[in-house]
């Protein structure tokens, strides 16, 4: 079975770092891009940063992480990280992962992802 478990939620100061993890398996991980997508309380969710499948060597980040924000992947251990430096109180929600099985012309639009971690909390405030 697919499965994605993200992890490394929890309550930081504004200006601090947290970095999340999310671990895969099921599927042959190389082949797929991962995506890291955020949800505020009454908000849609959307889309933070996303990796690209090995071999493509891609990351995207939405405008308001650039700079702050870093997506990487571990193959050998089949994990997709999100370290986030520099985080603002716009920057709490719950994140999750997801596995895109296609990313088209637009990495951020949900219905490019199948599959979906079950979510860690990010909460920042002083």
């Known amino acids: 079975d697919v499965q994605l478990q993200a992890y490394g939620g929890g309550l930081v100061q504004p200006g601090g770092s947290l970095r999340l993890s999310c671990a895969a398996s099921?599927?042959?991980?190389?082949?797929?891009?991962i995506g890291w997508f955020r949800q505020a309380p009454g908000k849609d969710r959307e889309g933070v940063s996303c990796?690209?499948?090995?071999?493509?060597?891609?990351?995207w980040y939405r405008d308001s992480v650039k700079g702050r924000f870093t997506i990487s992947r571990d193959n050998t251990n089949n994990m997709v990280y999100l370290q986030m430096n520099g985080l603002e109180p716009d920057d709490t929600a719950v994140y999750y992962c997801g596995r895109a099985f296609s990313l088209g012309n637009n990495w951020r639009d949900l219905n490019n992802y199948d599959y979906w971690g079950q979510g860690t909390l990010v909460t920042v405030s002083s």
């Open positions: 990796i690209s499948a090995v071999g493509q060597d891609r990351t």
């Open positions: 099921g599927f042959t991980f190389s082949d797929y891009a």
